[in-house]
């Protein structure tokens, strides 16, 4: 139909147009230097990465501060969360021996199932196994402990998509452009 068109917080290979999305690499960048900031040496990442783009960048974030910082890993692969396992059997399968320091979820609602299945096992938090999420939905602060989250800025993303779009039906031919932004890092008590 040849209208403008404005993607927020998606991508599509099919679809060329503009975009505005969350700097995912980059908050989970600094979410992660945060937390080794405090001490933490065993990680475990938590979520399917083929779920979402969003979730690749957070996942290539997440190994690559810890190569940075020259922590080993080793990802325990039922909490990459295959079709027929969900996060929550993924943390109940995990020997006690193995649990990590902290778990690092993909997002919120993640982070919820894992928190549901360490209260189940009776671990405390963050005494015996600190939780983050990320994107600081309304979770993050219902929970006991609170959440430690990453915002993410989404009133400003719907801003800056109706920006983007008043300057392509003005600018048809120009080039597409894909706008990031950043959101802030939320330290709640689910982390020491």
């Not at 917080?9 to 945060?34: E, P, T, W």
């Not at 309304?138 to 402990?145: G, I, R």
Request: charged residues 20%; aromatic residues 10%.
């Amino acid at each position: 139909m040849q209208l403008p068109l404005v993607m927020v917080d998606h991508m599509d290979s099919v679809i060329q147009c503009d975009g505005v999305f969350m700097d995912n690499y980059f908050m989970m960048r600094k979410l992660m230097a945060l937390l080794i900031s405090k001490g933490y040496r065993r990680f475990q990442f938590v979520g399917k990465i083929s779920y979402a783009f969003s979730f690749e960048e957070r996942w290539r974030a997440f190994q690559d501060s810890l190569a940075e910082y020259g922590i080993a890993h080793n990802q325990l692969p039922q909490l990459m969360a295959s079709d027929n396992l969900n996060e929550y059997e993924g943390v109940m399968s995990v020997p006690q021996d193995q649990l990590p320091q902290i778990f690092v979820c993909a997002n919120d609602c993640v982070a919820l199932s894992v928190y549901d299945a360490l209260n189940e096992r009776g671990i405390k938090m963050p005494a015996e196994c600190g939780l983050t999420g990320f994107d600081n939905t309304e979770y993050a602060e219902e929970l006991v402990p609170q959440l430690t989250s990453v915002y993410v800025p989404k009133g400003a993303m719907g801003a800056r998509a109706v920006d983007c779009l008043l300057h392509r039906i003005k600018n048809r031919d120009d080039y597409y452009e894909k706008t990031l932004l950043l959101g802030d890092v939320v330290i709640r008590h689910s982390t020491i």
